[in-house]
């Protein structure tokens, strides 16, 4: 059994320990790296069956070293629990002091930390194959430019090429931008590619200018389910509305490009994205957003720069550029960031409770292969972009501006001196915009949209010069001030949990619902069917700030802010195996003024909290913001930091700055920026201030609700796990799925859900029922029990088994689809008796072998051929006496042949079976026809 023991003491503690362990596990050179002064983060220090571990954290630089040991004794336990003693308690209460921040070494802390070995709070199983990160050599980060006449018939102008090397280990792929060559009619229009995965991405602007006060820039991102090789499980089989990704992806697109496009620009403009090819190593995300930016770069609207995008994660303590999806598996941060050459404009992104410190590292890290790419295209658009069109760009009368100052910078004033409500400010708000308007028209005629944003302008730089001269905000708090914060728990009776979150003038009603694996949410992707163990919907509806307004399917902007509660909550769960809930976190906003998404998270913590799930910690959110003299520009140190923004900080500042996490690190986090960028050092002090309004926050929470609830609710249903043979998954479901339903309804159970591995989860509220499904599972399972009804009532009759003939092995069968699954697809491959008192023979045709190709999704592969049956090749019975069936050998029999390239290139065209060899008869017949033919 694994040895572990939670240590929380001084510096010179932990040295100590990991000195002793490393003696232990590696001989007396043992290298131990030295910690310094000062820790921002956790070291893990493992005694288990696989041997001593170290775990690297941020703060160190050596890489770890591999255990040899596979056992730790008592005896050695006790003598680094002896050196641990040895440590002058002085010494460490010194060391404590000096850092402010406690020094955790934990062996099986409640917090995720990953191992050389695993994610903690998981063994490595005997014969488990362990990850390893290996990162590729790469060429050193450069970009070439190539130019070739143009191909296509009646195409002029040449077809241009940028080729980006990035510079990262493990990044092997350049990207190559191409345009001229598709999409000639668009404004511009380039395709993507990396590896076998291309991207095409076009920018469009109408001719006529809108008379609007707001950029009418609109975004779609399309994934077909084509670039996979499948098709939408639609019924008309088309590709159909955007599902949540492709939404979250408009709003990554969207967000650092809008802030960039010049002032006054009033042409609707649209950037649309597909993705044509998919090859499946990595996710599609931070390039949709450079091809895009690309095409916008390229087009004559007129972006200021160039933008691009990268994802970091962290593998293995080090931080990997664009990682894998395996490598993501075992990431603890998923960031994508996106900027300029100069600075940072968009960051989005989850952490398994990482610090401050790391997340600058990791934004700066993105950045370096931000820089290149920008490089890159600025050298493009000299060859291949279009001049930008600013004539159609009005600008403000002459001496508006300064009018305007002149004449109302006072009654700003007035409005944000801090004594007014929200309703009171945005009242005076509203008269003063109207009177502005009314008195500067009779100056400056038909200007309504120049004098709006002139005293935009004004109010923007008043709100900082406040904050700036005096160190207060309009409201009257301080920077660095959080609003008034009241929390409660255990709200509705019937509900599993729940909680009402209140921050000011933001209010949150959350509630959480508990269920059993059936209740997962079903994504179906162009990377297969994802199912969601946890999910949060948050739902923001007009009457929160006081309007009227369309009510149904969640906006763009609902959809955003729920997936960041989500992500800023997840880490927090509980593994499946400790707690086998599949759960459901609701967010309705009943009051807004300001970071409703972040509230979300503090009453989304505290409703998980009082349906008893063991949370690993409470998590809370807060939402930073930035006033600038000038909007224009990059932050600097001018730039004046604020937490717990208003709606109107929110409107009028140039940041929006969400990070959420526990007291000991960060979980999620989303940058929003109006200027030109943000420097690394604006960021790390919105970070610094964030963590300590997020343990000001989490001290509020721990009022209403210190912890989970010890025991569940009476209204949450009890889940009872049990495992069969995977030749046994067939008697549970039966034909058609007639045995699994009967056992649900005869027991009154909630579900019963079927796992490839065999293993079965059952849900329901009375546990005797249960138990008795259990042992009729197990008795149909072990060949003694059968079918029939009667479940909870009485004995059942014997299950009635197929009685007909025997299937030949390696004859071609037409089998009816009778169950499909993730795993594969259930086919009956011979009719039972006419009468129906024996049923037809079944057989598994296992995903592996439904095509000469991979396929990802069972179940969207089967909807898209849209078919009843399917020919298939009897392969016999296997060792544990499951019939075996095979869809794949037809098609190899038949010619049929995988596409080469990793599906990259053209399908070969099917070969021509051989000609069959003429018997001697056949020839003497042929030559005697040719004799009588020559005579």
């Excluded at 003598?79 to 404590?96: P, Q, R, S, T």
């Excluded at 079918?787 to 007909?804: K, L, W």
């Excluded at 290139?905 to 021509?912: I, N």
Aim: glycine share 10%; net charge negative.
């Amino acid at each position: 059994t694994s040895i572990t023991k939670i240590m929380r003491f001084s510096i010179a503690a932990v040295t100590a320990a990991i000195a002793a362990a490393s003696t232990i596990a590696l001989g007396a050179d043992a290298f131990v790296p030295p910690l310094p002064s000062s820790i921002h983060g956790r070291a893990s220090l493992s005694l288990s069956k696989n041997g001593c571990g170290y775990t690297k954290t941020s703060f160190l630089t050596e890489k770890r070293w591999q255990p040899l040991r596979s056992t730790v004794n008592e005896n050695e336990v006790a003598e680094i629990a002896a050196a641990i003693d040895g440590v002058d308690a002085d010494d460490g209460d010194d060391d404590d002091d000096d850092d402010k921040t406690p020094t955790t070494a934990t062996a099986s802390s409640d917090k995720s930390v990953k191992t050389e070995e695993a994610k903690e709070g998981e063994e490595v199983k005997e014969g488990e194959e362990e990850f390893k990160l290996v990162l590729e050599e790469v060429p050193p980060a450069s970009y070439e430019i190539t130019s070739s006449p143009g191909a296509a018939p009646g195409g002029s102008g040449d077809v241009h090429t940028l080729t980006v090397h990035l510079g990262k280990p493990g990044h092997p792929d350049p990207i190559v931008i191409e345009t001229g060559k598709i999409g000639r009619q668009a404004s511009a229009a380039v395709t993507l590619t990396r590896g076998d995965s291309v991207l095409y991405s076009t920018a469009s602007r109408d001719k006529d200018v809108r008379d609007v006060d707001f950029l009418p820039l609109s975004v779609e991102h399309q994934e077909r389910f084509s670039s996979a090789g499948l098709t939408s499980g639609a019924f008309n089989k088309r590709d159909g509305r955007p599902g949540e990704h492709e939404i979250l992806v408009c709003r990554l697109i969207d967000r650092p490009l809008r802030p960039l496009i010049a002032e006054g620009w009033r042409h609707d403009t649209q950037l649309l994205s597909w993705i044509l090819s998919y090859d499946g190593a990595r996710t599609c995300d931070p390039l949709a957003i450079t091809a895009s930016a690309a095409a916008l770069w390229l087009s004559d609207v007129p972006l200021i720069k160039p933008v691009a995008a990268a994802m970091v994660g962290y593998v293995d303590g080090q931080l990997v550029l664009n990682p894998t999806l395996e490598q993501m598996k075992h990431s603890r941060l998923e960031l994508t960031v996106a900027g300029t050459k100069d600075a940072v404009l968009m960051i989005e992104g989850a952490a398994d409770f990482l610090p401050e410190s790391l997340m600058v590292e990791a934004v700066a890290f993105g950045h370096e292969a931000i820089k290149i790419q920008c490089e890159g295209l600025e050298e493009l658009a000299k060859v291949a972009g279009k001049p930008k069109l600013l004539d159609t760009i009005e600008k403000p009368p002459e001496g508006l501006q300064e009018a305007v100052d002149e004449r109302y910078a006072a009654r700003i004033d007035e409005i944000y001196g801090g004594d007014l409500s929200k309703e009171e400010q945005s009242a005076s708000q509203s008269q003063l915009s109207k009177s502005v308007v009314e008195e500067m028209e009779e100056l400056y005629p038909e200007e309504r949209s120049a004098i709006t944003a002139a005293l935009k302008d004004l109010m923007c730089r008043r709100m900082f010069v406040k904050a700036k001269t005096h160190g207060t905000r309009i409201d009257g708090r301080r920077l660095d001030e959080v609003r008034t914060i009241d929390s409660e728990a255990g709200l509705f009776p019937r509900v599993h949990g729940s909680a009402l979150f209140t921050r000011g003038q933001t209010q949150v009603v959350a509630t959480t619902t508990l269920g059993d694996s059936g209740m997962r949410q079903k994504i179906d992707r162009i990377s297969g069917m994802m199912q969601k163990r946890f999910y949060l919907q948050y739902t923001f509806p007009p009457s929160c700030v006081g309007e009227t307004g369309r009510v149904g399917m969640p906006g763009r902007r609902e959809v955003g802010h729920g997936n960041l509660a989500e992500r800023a909550l997840s880490p927090s769960l509980p593994a499946e195996e400790d707690f086998p809930y599949a759960i459901r976190v609701e967010s309705l906003v009943t009051e807004s003024n300001g970071s409703s998404s972040m509230a979300s998270v503090c009453g989304g913590s505290l409703a998980l909290m009082d349906a008893g799930v063991p949370v690993k910690s409470p998590v809370a959110g807060i939402a930073m913001g930035m006033l600038l003299g000038d909007k224009g520009s990059i932050s600097d140190d001018d730039a004046v930091i604020v937490s717990d923004i208003l709606g109107t900080e929110d409107a009028l500042g140039t940041m929006d700055f969400k990070v959420a996490g526990d007291k000991e690190g960060i979980t999620a986090f989303q940058l929003d920026i109006k200027c030109e960028g943000l420097t690394l050092e604006t960021m790390a002090r919105a970070l610094d201030q964030a963590r300590e309004g997020r343990l000001h926050i989490l001290g509020e929470m721990e009022k209403a609700l210190e912890g989970p609830r010890a025991e569940l609710p009476p209204t949450v249903p009890r889940v009872m796990k049990m495992k069969i043979s995977e030749d046994s998954i067939g008697k549970v479901i039966g034909p058609g799925g007639r045995q699994i339903r009967a056992l649900i309804e005869d027991f009154g159970l909630a579900n019963i859900d079927v796992e490839e591995s065999g293993d079965i989860q059952l849900s329901g509220f009375d546990s005797k029922q249960m138990e008795k499904a259990k042992e009729m599972i197990e008795s149909l399972t072990s060949g003694s029990g059968g079918g029939g009804r009667g479940g909870g009532r009485g004995e059942r009759a014997p299950r009635v088994e197929y009685a007909g003939p025997d299937a030949e092995e390696g004859k071609t069968y037409t089998g009816k689809i009778t169950g499909i699954h993730q795993f594969g697809v259930f086919l009956e491959i011979l009719p039972g008796a006419e009468d129906g008192t024996t049923p037809g023979l079944e057989g598994l045709c296992h995903v592996s072998e439904l095509h000469i190709e991979r396929v990802r999704n069972c179940e969207g592969f089967i909807r898209g051929m849209n078919t009843e049956t399917l020919e298939v090749v009897y392969l016999g019975k296997n060792k544990k006496g499951q019939h075996q069936l095979s869809r794949k050998r037809v098609m190899e029999e038949r010619g049929v042949r995988a596409r080469g390239g990793g599906g990259g290139g053209r399908r070969p065209a099917t070969p021509s079976p051989p000609e069959p060899e003429m018997t001697k008869e056949e020839v003497d017949v042929i030559a005697k026809a040719i004799e009588n033919a020559t005579d």
